[in-house]
């Protein structure tokens, strides 16, 4: 073998000897349950004047606290009555758990629940998302990827259902009054995997930095110890 194959060759083993990088160490932001509730609380107003959702389809695990939340203070009004909005759930998987650590970011959307509008019976109409506002809810738009991944799996299942309205007009009242948009409770403020997809609105309680969010419900010790901590949390001028 010629002496420039072999360089090849033993610089081939040192890569593949070679670890591989550590995760990027980002300063970690504390937050607690009031926290979020002043934040959500406060977006409330924004969402039902722009977009009055009537159905919420929350982002498992990290969505359904937010979701329920957003509900105290968005509700329905039905024959002169204020209602709950409803609140569906999907499980989707994309961040790798390092064990106690801060979670890394994994490259493929896994669907682990979809909705289900089989319990409403004989109440369920055109599919269970024709003619609805639908707010789908996260915690954090960190990559984007779920948050893309899910307005386009609902939106093939739309379409699945305005294949089966057969009146034409109907369909296209059906198409037009069907409306999907995001609220997250933290926006990270760096470059996204996706766009959200065109006529599809966007709302976020906060605009942050790229910083490792610690939210209360990932808390594995003490939760008062976790809220005390957040005095040492960076200051907004120093990120």
């Not at 934040?39 to 969505?63: E, H, T, V, Y």
């Not at 009004?77 to 064990?99: C, F, H, M, W």
């Not at 669907?111 to 409403?120: A, G, M, P, Y």
């Amino acid at each position: 073998m010629s002496g420039r194959g072999q360089n090849t060759v033993y610089a081939a083993a040192r890569a593949r000897r070679r670890p591989p990088p550590a995760p990027i160490s980002r300063p970690r932001v504390r937050l607690s349950y009031n926290d979020i509730h002043k934040a959500i609380q406060a977006s409330a107003p924004k969402i039902i004047k722009d977009f009055a959702p009537d159905l919420f389809i929350a982002i498992g695990g990290g969505g359904f606290i937010p979701a329920r939340i957003l509900r105290t203070f968005c509700k329905t009004t039905e024959d002169g009555k204020k209602r709950n909005i409803p609140i569906q759930a999907v499980g989707l998987t994309l961040y790798e758990s390092l064990g106690g650590i801060e979670e890394q970011i994994g490259s493929e959307v896994v669907r682990v629940q979809w909705i289900d509008f089989s319990t409403l019976g004989s109440k369920l109409k055109h599919g269970g998302l024709l003619g609805r506002r639908i707010l789908v809810v996260d915690e954090v738009d960190d990559t984007r990827t779920t948050l893309v991944y899910t307005i386009r799996e609902l939106q093939k299942d739309i379409n699945k259902q305005l294949a089966l309205v057969t009146d034409e007009a109907e369909r296209e009242r059906l198409r037009e009054a069907t409306k999907l948009a995001i609220f997250v409770v933290h926006n990270k403020l760096k470059p996204k995997a996706g766009e959200v997809p065109e006529g599809v609105q966007y709302f976020s309680a906060v605009d942050t930095p790229d910083v490792w969010l610690a939210y209360p419900w990932e808390c594995e010790d003490d939760i008062d110890e976790h809220d005390a901590l957040r005095v040492n949390n960076p200051k907004v001028e120093d990120l």
